[in-house]
């Protein structure tokens, strides 16, 4: 984990909250509070995704800080249409995939003035002062976004480092912890056999302890179990994954784990990225024994999104979430209804209610938007 005792406790919460939601907003006050902010968030660029920065329009509890819920709030209740220079501004000055930002670098003195962002939802929020960790997770960009009211004073470019410090750890959370939001985008506690990837579980001198139905399922289709480690069948890609395998179990006694995740070839093309995520004493408890957690992507599966994401994401009907996974996956209306035993006239008025909620107005218009919310890896 990153570096300093109140840092390192933070991002243990963090790793807690990726397994179990309602951990997210005192794990997140927790990393606020060790970087020296006020409060956090935690968001995407991409506006398809339920934790999109823009949050206008959305109706799915997203993850703050403890201390952020009341400035949010504010901020739903204020912003209207009017413009804000956080969410389209630091994207427009090109930096690098993890990179931080601070006010000074969006806005002028005379904006903060002016604006009314600053006038009616900053200042009597009391965040003044707004920063932000920028971090890749595979396709998708993700931020923290951090404040501090007028007494803590501004964010400046010479504390990047400390703040970035935390970048490799945010980048494991929040691969992992997209994946139990693919299972229930909610409150519902995760455990292994319920998060929807390949999994297993690893002692702390890399032999398996538990695998699950989806990792299972792997074993003489590219890895194998060979003396109680994984391996995997393709040479090269099994110097990879046990080199990864190395730094995950070295790692797991305290230490940071730097290791990048790894692709698996089979018949010579990428099949599998496998990456490691840290166990804290939670995490430990809630799997019941483990160091650390293997969990491997399949890089060949056309991902439709799930029914819930699709309904709570664009606020779909039980029915036409049905329709509209359908269509994600390449059926045209015709398959799509005669797989669901629906008319082919009760297809078309639902499409046409999709359209509405996604402001789409063309089937291939529609599937694109639809894929961009579980666009696989392109590792």
Known sequence: MAAGGAIASAIEACYDAALEFDRWPGALQKLADSLGATSCALRTHDQAHPFGCDQRRKSVRAPDSTEHAGFTALWHERIGNGPTPLLDRPQLLAKPPVSFTVEDEITTAEERRVLPYYNEIARPGNREWWASIRVMVKNRSWCVPLFRDAPRGRFYRSEADRFLSVAPDLRRIISVAEKVWDVSLGTSLATLDHVNCAAALLDCHGYVT????????????????????????????????????????????GGSLRAEPVVITRNGSPWLLAEFMPMTSFAHDLFNGGDVLLHFTDLTAELAPTEQLL??????????????????????????????????????????????KTGTCRQAELTALLLRLRKPSSH
């Open 210 to 253: 538990r695998v699950n139905k989806h990792a299972d399922a792997l074993f003489g289709c590219g890895l194998v179990i060979r003396h109680g480690h994984i391996h995997a069948i393709d040479r090269s890609s099994d110097a990879r994954l046990q080199g990864l395998t190395r730094a995950a179990v070295t790692s797991s006694s």
């Open 311 to 356: 309904s709570q994401t664009f606020q779909l009907t039980a029915a036409e979430a049905r329709l509209a996974s359908g269509l994600a996956t390449g059926k045209g209306i015709g398959a799509a209804s005669t797989a669901l035993a629906i008319g082919r006239e009760t297809a078309r008025t639902q499409l046409r209610a999709i359209f509405a």
